[in-house]
């Protein structure tokens, strides 16, 4: 007899409890427990094939590799992030606020891929199909030859695609409105999810067809669901933003078959999402000389060198606890280079507001990005520009010191090659061609002496 076990699931982290309460013990969130309910059948029928377990061969670290094709998506962008295409057999998991663009990313790429022959599907389980025929009317793809279906039951899913056989990708737009017959709780509950996602990986990866899930991100930023998402896919992408800029990054953040951290930079336009292969050109377009409280940081995002315009903002205050805001930066990190400065330097902030703004809306994580945070902090403060076309990097040490950071040269090359001549830079860094002027900067002293004798244009 099917019997219906009754347990509760808490949604944020996927703990199972036998009785409801308020709070996760486990992750410690509030109202993230539901009720959810399994049928005995399919547990005892899990449990009996493990009961049963017949032998399998182990083989040696050396042998024959079969290595996947890859399908290129002609998205360049999108190649580069997944290291180089799509695999054949390998899922990828793409992330992102709602409106950023997920669904046009994989309807361009779906058509790209179509209209190169291949053979591809498209699964939304959020729009209907009038809605999607829009985008592609809009996007100028409607001539491409996409299967397109507007579903939401997996079995169905899982029938229909495997009618279509052979399929080169297969896109499900997305995982958290569709559902199983076999769980009764609602679609983009945990167990709903992780079984869909499960289901969908394993029959893709039986039949090689390259899989993309696109999943909705909680308010956190973290793609919704159980983390067990993220284990199960062979790539996470996430779709990052600003509102109100056009940038769009397509950032790696697991990744199988490529590196990590790996991003693609994509601009909204009226007519779809446009690739930007030069991103520093486009972060700096709108850069003006001679400018205080702004310098230049070249970054590295995955292995592409990235500059980028960091501004700062230094005011007099009269509020006891002055405001620090902060876009595109870790906050925490912003404390630590005033602490430095105040500490080490001596520069005060305790009666100054500062707002410190990434230009673009791009994101930065790098440590190396310190000394251009305090070399924008310093100009502001004392209204003196850096000395002209110059960019910054170096980790800022709790001591003042500056620390080398990764692959210099490729960041150097990258300044020299749009136009900048000279550099604030750790000491010992070498890189650029001769005529680039590097200004060795070991403590955060001579990066401040470096502005107490600039004689650099000041700007009221
Ligand atoms: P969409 O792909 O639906 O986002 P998601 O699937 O991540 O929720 O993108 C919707 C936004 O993109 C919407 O605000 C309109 C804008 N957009 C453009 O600016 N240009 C376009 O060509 C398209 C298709 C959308
Ligand atoms: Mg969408």
């Known amino acids: 007899m099917v019997k219906t076990i009754s347990r509760f699931v808490c949604q944020s982290c996927g703990s199972v409890f036998t009785k409801w309460s308020g709070r996760c013990n486990q992750c410690g969130n509030w109202d993230s427990i539901e009720e959810e309910h399994t049928q005995t059948a399919l547990v005892q029928k899990a449990l009996q094939e493990g009961a049963k377990g017949k032998q399998l061969p182990f083989v040696s670290l050396d042998g024959d590799i079969e290595l996947k094709p890859r399908t290129d998506t002609n998205i360049q962008e999108l190649n580069r992030v997944l290291g180089g295409g799509l695999v054949s057999g390998a899922a990828v998991l793409l992330g992102g606020d709602p409106g950023i663009g997920k669904s046009t990313l994989v309807l361009q790429t779906l058509a790209s891929l179509a209209l190169s022959g291949k053979k591809v599907a498209y699964i939304s389980g959020e729009e209907s199909i009038e809605q999607i025929r829009l985008r592609a009317k809009r996007l100028g793809l409607e001539k491409a030859s996409v299967n397109l279906m507007a579903a939401t039951n997996i079995e169905k899913i899982i029938a229909s695609v495997d009618a279509l056989k052979p399929l080169d990708l297969l896109v499900v737009d997305s995982i958290q409105t569709v559902s199983t017959d076999t769980i009764s709780s609602a679609p983009g509950t945990v167990s709903q999810v992780r079984t869909c996602a499960h289901e969908l990986v394993r029959y893709t990866k039986g039949n090689d067809i390259s899989l993309v899930l696109v999943g909705h991100v909680t308010k956190e930023g973290q793609i919704a669901g159980p983390k067990i998402l993220e284990h199960m896919v062979d790539t996470v ?62 970054g590295l995002e995955g292995t592409r060198p990235v500059l980028i315009e960091v501004q700062a903002l230094v005011t007099p205050t009269t509020i006891p606890t002055p405001r620090r805001a902060v876009v595109g930066w870790d906050s925490n990190r912003l404390a630590m280079v005033i602490a430095v400065l105040q500490a080490r330097y001596g520069m005060m902030f305790a009666d100054k507001e500062i707002y410190l703004n990434i230009t673009g809306g791009l994101k930065i994580t790098e440590p190396a990005a310190d000394l251009a945070v305090a070399a924008a902090l310093i100009s502001s403060a004392t209204n003196i520009a850096l000395p002209e076309s110059c960019v910054v990097f170096g980790e800022l040490g709790l001591s003042g010191e500056v620390r080398m950071v990764s692959q210099a040269d490729i960041r150097l090359k990258e300044a020299q090659k749009l136009g900048f001549i000279q550099g604030l830079v750790p000491p010992k860094c070498k890189g650029g061609n001769k005529s680039f002027i590097l200004h060795s900067i070991s403590h955060i002293k001579d990066l401040a002496a470096l502005f107490a004798n600039s004689n650099h244009k000041q700007v009221a």
Request: proline residues 2%; aromatic residues 12%.
């Open 237 to 298: 992408l996430y779709f990052e933003g600003e509102r109100g800029h056009h940038f769009r990054i397509l950032r790696a953040v697991k990744n199988r078959f490529g590196a990590a951290n790996e991003i693609g930079v994509f601009e909204m336009q009226t007519d779809g999402l446009q690739e930007v292969s030069n991103p520093s050109a486009l972060f700096l377009s709108d850069r003006q000389a001679d400018v205080t409280g702004v310098s230049v940081f070249a």
